[in-house]
């Protein structure tokens, strides 16, 4: 799926299902409280937290994927309700970064091996 179509399916999903979208204020308070919930599990799975006893090591996979798609989702309706093509901010930040990055992580010892 495209991000243009993704963009339209959500729109018609809003429409059709949520009867309207929320106001700018509640999607970003949802947007920051999906990235939360994702960032909890990538604590849990990839740092140093434990598991809570109600979520198991099994499951975390397929936690991150759903966090992850509602973190999409919501950035998708802050999108719509903004007026930004995401396809087009897309494009622009990945020029804006090669212009800005190309040669700055090429000699981040870091990075190399």
Request: glycine share 4%; net charge negative.
């Amino acid at each position: 799926m495209q991000l243009s179509e993704a963009q339209e399916k959500v729109d018609d999903w809003i429409k059709k299902v949520g009867v309207r979208y929320f106001s700018e204020l509640t999607n970003i308070c949802l947007l920051n409280e999906e990235v939360g919930e994702l960032t909890s599990l990538f604590a849990r799975k990839y740092g140093e937290q434990s598991f809570k006893k109600e979520r198991s090591e099994i499951d975390v996979d397929q936690h991150i994927e759903e966090e992850m798609a509602d973190v999409l989702f919501v950035l998708i309706c802050l999108a719509n309700q903004t007026g930004v093509d995401l396809s087009q901010a897309l494009n622009k930040s990945i020029e804006k970064k090669t212009k800005r990055d190309s040669e700055r992580h090429k000699q981040n010892n870091k990075l190399s091996g």
